[in-house]
């Protein structure tokens, strides 16, 4: 059989149809209309097989945000929740948050530790510029630390640079040397970078002043394009769109606009109307009052809240077994449940084990009412008729009866005997007070020591009185006439910041001390106040506060005792030589395994030293578009930080080939 050697000619396919009856034409139509529609579903099959839907250039997305941008300046900006925001997305560091809160390399190329974590090198990468199209290069890193690290302009992160030696070892390399081994340098060089070539010339005295606070030149996906004003010189909005000199991946959302709001009621109301896409809920009870058109993720901060005690504020918290009976009295999954809605986690260790995965506590204080009540009646705080608890302490007077005396003595320890005396009818009931130690004195004395012949008499195996006051005697008298007795209330003071959830988690945590008999006095102030003038001065006895760690956790500025004053955030107090020595290795030890075991030990000290009540650490919402696609729910170190992976949000989407 031979076949056609060519495909037929359109004249051949007329004449093709001109032969084929009625019939056969409607049949021969069938199959190639068949034929052309099982080709196409190939085609659209093979497409569709070797294609797949990706992030494309496109959209605009809104966000409103509670504050006043003030710093967009990585100097300053680490003060405020608005800065950070923007700051993370116009800046850039050595070192970044992934998605996953792991440290990675930004700017940098790559790094070295070298002498067992005392050196630190990065090798920058290539053809980096800022916005304004100038090189980005090591000057403007050693720049920015130089000038953290001089006081002169008062940056909030100067404490952390302190002791760090930075030198430039080639035009793409510099070194980094530290006094002690550290594990956790890689986190501070998530420094946001300022360049030098525009700040260079500003003093120390209109750094904070200056325009360029609020018109960075900055090296991160976005730039700022234009920030409006009200009359009143509030900002109400600022937009930022694509860096095109943006070294890394650019982000898929071209254009980003940030709305400024007073409050989150305000921010609410202006949600309704649909031009706010989306925001942080900082009131978990306002979420049953949004739209589902929102998606919520429930980001996991590695921060908590708790009651740190001052005790060298309170006299009551002295007290190892009051500040025990604290914890087993504070109800940790009512606060959870009526405050957070569910949205937290009940917290017992400052380290947050099930966020870094450690070892849970050996021992927790878990709440038990009863407990914590008979822990304070063994320490002496008995409850009265009105439910409030108070400790008698005996002290003894300025005065005491330290002579021996007898018949003839003289002068004023006569006439202090003889007031003690007198205050005993039964014993002197003349009760004359003449510094003279006559017979009715020595009379009284002798009723008073066989009234009290059990402690006076007996242990020095007399079996009546002698009239004489030497030791025995001595310390009856100076027992019940010059000792004071003190009335110390279980009552203590609590100090913490205008916020929400702090004044409701304040307000439930006197209600549950009521039931243990202590009044809490509860005191609000802004954050600006706790900061200045409470923190600083460590004035307060009781503070209602939260703690943020890092990617890797360091207790170090909470707890070791060095931080007790300013700048230190030891918030407590606390004084521990076993757990400085601890914290000390921790954060200088490269090896994870070995620091898991020593922070492990550290929360079992802790916890039983009480030096807080830790209560709980709350998920973060935040509430999105659906239309926003690429976000990632999971541990970011900081609110900001849920901005990091901006790169990857999109809107629009295409189809691209394998």
Known sequence: MSFPQKWPSRTQWNQLFKV???????????????????????????????????PALGGEYTEALVGQPRFLNPIYGLTNDVDRDLVELLFTGLMKYDPDGKIIPELAKEYRILEEGRVYEFDLKENIFWEDGEPLNINDIIFTIETIQNPDFKSP?????????VEKVSDRSLRFKLKKPSAIFLEQCTLKIIPEHIWKTVS?????????????????????????????????????????????QGPNIPKITFFFYD???????????????????????????????????????????????????SK?????????ALNYGTNKEEMVEKILFGHGKVIHSPILPQVYGFKEPSEIYQFD???????????????????????????????????????GSKGSEVEELQKCLARFPDVYPDGTISGYFGQLTKEAVIKFQEKYAQEILIPSGLKEGTGEVRVKTREKLNELCYVQTEEIPLEISLITVEQPLMVKTAALLKEQWEKLGLTLNIQVFDISTIERDIIKK???ETLLFGEILGSLPDPYPFWHSSQKRDPGLNLAFYSNGKIDKLLEEIRQNLDAKIRKEKLEEFQEILIKDGPAVFLYSPDYLYLVSSEIKGIKEGMIVDPSRRLSDIENWYIKTKRAWK
């Open 20 to 54: 084929l009856n009625q019939k056969e034409k409607r049949v021969f139509s069938v199959f190639l209309f068949g034929a052309i529609v099982s080709f196409g579903f190939l085609l659209i099959n093979f497409y569709f097989n070797h294609t797949e839907i990706r």
């Open 538 to 540: 460590r004035d307060y």
């Open 263 to 313: 409050s989150e009621e305000e921010l609410l109301k202006e949600y309704s109307k649909g031009e706010i896409k989306g925001f942080t809920l900082l009131s978990v009870e306002n979420l049953p009052k949004i739209n589902l058109d929102l998606r919520l993720y429930s980001l996991s901060l590695p921060r908590y809240f708790a009651i740190f005690f001052n005790l060298e504020k």
């Open 204 to 248: 120390p005295q209109n750094f904070p002043l200056t325009l360029y606070n609020l018109k960075p030149i900055g090296s991160g996906p976005y730039k700022l394009k234009n920030l409006l004003q009200t009359d009143q010189g509030k900002i109400s909005s600022l937009t930022l769109i694509r860096n095109p000199r943006y070294f890394g």
């Open 157 to 165: 992160q100067r404490v952390s640079w302190l002791g760090v030696e």
């Open 316 to 324: 009551v918290l002295v007290d190892e077994e009051v500040r025990k």
């Open 369 to 407: 009412l009863e407990k914590a009540k008979e822990i304070l009646e063994k320490a002496g705080f008995i409850e009265n008729e009105e439910g409030k608890r108070i400790k008698m302490v005996k002290k003894k007077a300025s005065f005491q009866l330290q002579s021996n005396l007898g018949f």
